[in-house]
Structures are given as C-alpha cells and as structure tokens.
C-alpha cells in the first residue's frame, strides 16, 4: 500500500515562499507518476503541478513561472518549491501518486497554505 505525507505547509505573506514536501512509502518510488494537486474552499480540486513522463513536468497556468516541481527519487520524495505567492494560492495542498493507467491513485492527507498579511 502506496502512503504519501505531505509537510511544509502553514502561513506565509504575500511574495513569500514555502516548500512542500511529499515523502511516500510501500512503494516503488521511481516508478511513481507524482504530481501536486490544491483545494481552496468551496472550490474544485485542481492540478497545480506533475511530471508526466520521466522528467517532463507541466504546470497549472496560474503557477507557471512561480512553482517548480521537483523529485529525489533516493529520498521517496518530491518537492513543490513556491515562490511569490498569491492570496489566491490559499488552499490545501494534496500530493497524487500513481504508476500509471489501470492503476489506482494515491493521495496523501494534505497541508494548508496560507498566503495572507
């Protein structure tokens, strides 16, 4: 069973950055499609970042320029690192882990970002 913990979360300014980490266990790691997805209240949950194949990654319009994905495949884990961010970043940040098509998807409990003065 494929478990995913994201950390990193919590309150931050406008323009600041936070980096959110997603370490995953029970798996194969390297083989894991992962990808960041986010949840504001009263909303949709909606894709922000993902590698699609290999290294290839592919960002949300409203992000692009600001996040950067990244991964450690030694370490079971993967990076959202967020820069200038927005008040309209608030939302509950959820890591997905998948080996591909006809398999299940793992998601992970989820941290809160906060961007607010």
């Known amino acids: 069973q494929v478990q995913l913990v994201e950390s990193g979360g919590g309150l931050v300014q406008p323009g600041g950055s936070l980096r959110l980490s997603c370490a995953a266990s029970g798996s194969i790691f390297s083989l894991l499609t992962m990808g960041w997805y986010r949840q504001a209240p009263g909303k949709q949950r909606e894709l922000v970042a993902t590698f699609t194949s290999g290294s290839t990654t592919n960002y949300a319009d409203s992000v692009k320029g600001r996040f950067s994905i990244s991964r450690d495949n030694a370490k079971n884990t993967v990076y959202l690192q967020m820069n200038s961010l927005k008040p309209e970043d608030t939302a509950v940040y959820y890591c997905?882990?998948?080996?591909?098509?006809?398999?299940?998807?793992?998601w992970g409990q989820g941290t809160q970002v906060t961007v607010s003065s």
């Open positions: 997905k882990g998948s080996y591909g098509l006809g398999y299940p998807d793992y």
